[in-house]
């Protein structure tokens, strides 16, 4: 163990995932209720992994700021869109640096970003609906060298599921059905 990541466990999910490709598949889903205004709760589904059923009880809430017709009673979707990011990241980072051998002390991920609202309200045809982009900073204080830092940033980027999804850009696709 390392940074509280099981190298072992690590490895031998490795080589179940080469061995059973299917065994890699992961599914995720949420549900979220309206509750007023711009309000919602939102639950997780369970999740699989493999043919593995995980159950997963967890809820929060969304809401907007005042200034966004919203109360203010959690995260906005753009924060928890960048903390989604932010998060995968980290997972990434602590990874790599334990497979590398490296202790991490502290580590804090910040993500920002920013739209321009105009275009979610079509105020004006050259607004963009979606945000301008996402930026990252990472403060660690870990053993790594220079080189090793390097390397621990590239894959902690380049192979967040959540980062490469929006970099890449992830169809959205669904339908609306009367109940």
């Given at each position: 163990?390392?940074?509280?990541i099981?190298?072992?466990?690590l490895?031998s999910?490795k080589?179940g995932?080469?061995a059973t490709?299917s065994?890699g598949l992961?599914?995720y889903?949420?549900a979220?209720d309206w509750?007023?205004g711009?309000r919602a709760?939102?639950r997780?589904?369970?999740m699989?992994?493999?043919s593995?059923?995980?159950p997963r009880?967890?809820?929060?809430v969304?809401d907007?700021p005042?200034?966004?017709?919203g109360?203010?009673?959690g995260?906005?979707?753009q924060e928890?869109?960048m903390?989604?990011?932010?998060a995968?990241?980290?997972?990434?980072?602590?990874?790599?640096?334990s497979s590398l051998?490296v202790t991490?002390?502290?580590?804090?991920?910040e993500?920002?970003g920013g739209?321009?609202?105009?275009?979610f309200l079509?105020?004006?045809?050259?607004?963009?609906?979606?945000?301008d982009?996402?930026k990252?900073?990472?403060?660690?204080?870990?053993d790594?060298?220079d080189?090793?830092?390097?390397?621990?940033?590239k894959?902690?980027?380049?192979?967040s599921?959540?980062?490469?999804s929006?970099a890449q850009g992830?169809?959205?696709s669904g339908?609306?059905?009367?109940?």
């Amino acid at each position: 163990m390392i940074n509280g990541i099981d190298l072992e466990g690590l490895q031998s999910a490795k080589e179940g995932i080469k061995a059973t490709p299917s065994a890699g598949l992961a599914h995720y889903g949420v549900a979220l209720d309206w509750q007023t205004g711009t309000r919602a709760k939102v639950r997780t589904a369970p999740m699989s992994i493999g043919s593995a059923v995980i159950p997963r009880d967890f809820s929060w809430v969304v809401d907007e700021p005042p200034q966004l017709l919203g109360t203010s009673a959690g995260a906005t979707p753009q924060e928890l869109l960048m903390s989604g990011v932010g998060a995968c990241v980290m997972v990434g980072f602590v990874v790599a640096a334990s497979s590398l051998g490296v202790t991490v002390k502290s580590l804090t991920v910040e993500v920002t970003g920013g739209l321009d609202l105009a275009g979610f309200l079509e105020l004006r045809p050259d607004a963009q609906v979606k945000m301008d982009g996402l930026k990252y900073r990472i403060r660690v204080d870990c053993d790594a060298n220079d080189g090793q830092l390097a390397e621990i940033e590239k894959r902690a980027v380049s192979l967040s599921p959540n980062a490469m999804s929006l970099a890449q850009g992830v169809p959205v696709s669904g339908n609306v059905e009367r109940v």
